[in-house]
């Protein structure tokens, strides 16, 4: 087989009118898109030849204008609870992480959308291997068509959560294309309250965001005040707390739906109950709910686990302030799979689990 021909578009790299323009060039109807599409969405063909009902003339000629990525796991290793995390190596020999994680009746799926990230949190694992690339649209789906092979008949994969490695609205328009076949119905099918992108703040392009997607919305927050903010999360020297509580204001938020506020409890940092208070006070008018969830400490990494007391008091402060909050279990600690922890280390090399 040769290689693949990267001069010709992954066919998973275009929106729905990508495909269709591609096949109207081909002399074909319109229709045929919606084929196409079914194949690479519904059915997860992962080569042309599976394209059954598209005839083989036609395959043929697709593929000598596009190509189509697949994306398969070099390695899969499974959490004592359950939680798999996949090492996938690209094209370019550069390398991404996502995690399946089982719950009773369903699966999440922790997505990357960048090799790394120049996002620079304090606590943050990706971090460390600074900003490599953006992930395109295909190595995005790629990730969530393998976990749904993956994922237990009994558990299907249904949930969607970017935030594995990178800062997905550093990589906003390849992401809104991948959310467009996650989302549609000529796609993945997944549903809009399921699918949740999770940011940093990146306040300049959350109206956008928010303009073209109904996908759910998080907000890695992590610290009350600016001087904080300002240390462990250096996107707040650019944007502050103000500007991103002014944004979130103005999100377009359908009336049932909140915005979810991740705080990562650091232990001795940013969990005591004046921090509490801070965040409760930030909230004001906000729509939205609080996920706690206790630091998983990562080799080299500066912070440790705050006290499981600390973390209940936390929480019982913002609730005695009619905040909801809610104690998220990480999962997959170790394989070093949990939040904050993935940096695609090459299939191999050890681990440390
Ligand atoms: S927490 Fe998210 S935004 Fe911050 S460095 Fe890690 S991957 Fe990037």
New binding site residues.
């Given amino acids: 087989m040769p290689g693949p021909n990267h001069n010709k578009p992954d066919l998973r790299d275009l929106t729905a009118e990508g495909v269709q323009d591609l096949l109207v060039g081909l002399g074909e109807k319109p229709f045929r898109a919606r084929q196409v599409l079914q194949w690479l969405y519904k059915h997860g063909a992962r080569d042309f030849g599976q394209m059954s009902s598209l005839g083989k003339d036609l395959r043929a000629r697709l593929a000598s204008v596009a190509r189509l990525q697949d994306l398969e796991p070099a390695q899969v290793q499974t959490a004592a609870d359950g939680t798999r995390k996949m090492l996938f190596n690209l094209a370019d020999g550069s390398a991404v992480e996502s995690v399946l994680i089982p719950e009773a009746e369903h699966s999440t799926l922790c997505v990357s959308s960048q090799v790394g990230?120049r996002?620079?949190?304090a606590f943050?694992a990706?971090?460390g291997l600074g900003f490599r690339r953006n992930l395109s649209p295909a190595e995005v789906l790629g990730q969530v068509l393998a976990a749904r092979r993956l994922a237990e008949a009994d558990k299907p994969l249904t949930n969607l959560v970017f935030m594995g490695?990178?800062?997905p609205l550093d990589n906003l328009d390849n992401l809104l294309i991948a959310l467009q076949h996650i989302l549609g119905d000529h796609g993945l099918q997944m549903s809009q309250r399921k699918v949740t992108v999770s940011t940093?703040g990146r306040v300049d392009r959350l109206a956008a965001l928010g303009r073209a997607t109904p996908a759910a919305l998080a907000v890695?927050f992590n610290a009350p005040n600016d001087a904080l903010r300002d240390e462990l999360?250096p996107?707040n020297r650019k944007w502050n707390l103000a500007a991103l509580k002014k944004t979130l204001m103005a999100y377009p938020l359908k009336p049932t739906r909140r915005i979810t506020l991740e705080y990562v409890l650091l232990g001795g940092v940013n969990d005591r109950a004046e921090h509490a208070a801070q965040l409760a006070a930030w909230t004001k008018g906000l729509k939205c709910k609080v996920n706690l969830i206790a630091f998983n400490p990562h080799p080299g990494a500066a912070f440790s686990a705050p006290e499981p007391a600390t973390v209940q008091a936390f929480q019982q402060e913002l609730i005695d302030r009619h905040i909801t909050a809610l104690l998220r279990q990480s999962r997959g600690a170790d394989i070093d799979a949990a939040c904050?922890q993935l940096a695609a280390k090459e299939a191999g090399e050890e681990t440390g689990s």
């Fill in positions: 990230c996002r620079a949190c943050c990706t971090a490695m990178g800062e940093a890695s999360m996107i904050g």
